[in-house]
């Protein structure tokens, strides 16, 4: 498993931005999976993003498309979720989650398929 500490949330207006950075420790090796979740309070934690670790595919919820980009940065062993045209309806605590995927397992959106999760980062975007 590897250790997971996310960082750079915060209060913004609609249509600001923000970015999130969650800092791995331990070795990732192929084939992890990086993936952001978020929970609104009352509802269930969904699928942000997610990157493969090598080779660096992608995969993004509709809802967030061409709003957020999800990169790493291979020498930091960090992963990043660049949010851009924040809505209110995109708070929420956002989570960093690791796991090795294998296949097409790596475009998996449930939580319950990541072992290692951050603590979270608050996020809130007012109206």
């Known amino acids: 498993q590897v250790q997971l500490v996310e960082s750079g949330g915060g209060l913004v207006q609609a249509g600001g931005s923000l970015r999130l950075s969650c800092a791995a420790s331990?070795?990732?090796?192929?084939?992890?999976?990086l993936a952001w979740f978020r929970q609104a309070p009352g509802q269930e934690r969904e699928f942000v993003a997610a990157?493969?670790?090598?080779?660096?595919?992608?995969n993004y919820r509709d809802s967030v498309k061409g709003r957020f980009t999800i990169s790493r940065d291979m020498t930091k062993n960090t992963v990043y979720l660049q949010m851009n045209s924040l809505k209110p309806e995109d708070t929420a605590v956002y989570y960093c989650?690791?796991?090795?995927?294998?296949?097409?397992?790596?475009?998996?959106?449930?939580?319950?398929?990541?072992?290692?999760w951050g603590q979270g980062t608050q996020v809130t975007v007012s109206s």
């Open positions: 990157i493969v670790w090598s080779g660096g595919r992608t």
């Open positions: 331990g070795r990732i090796l192929l084939p992890y999976v």
């Open positions: 989650a690791a796991e090795r995927l294998y296949g097409s397992n790596w475009l998996t959106t449930s939580q319950t398929d990541f072992g290692s």
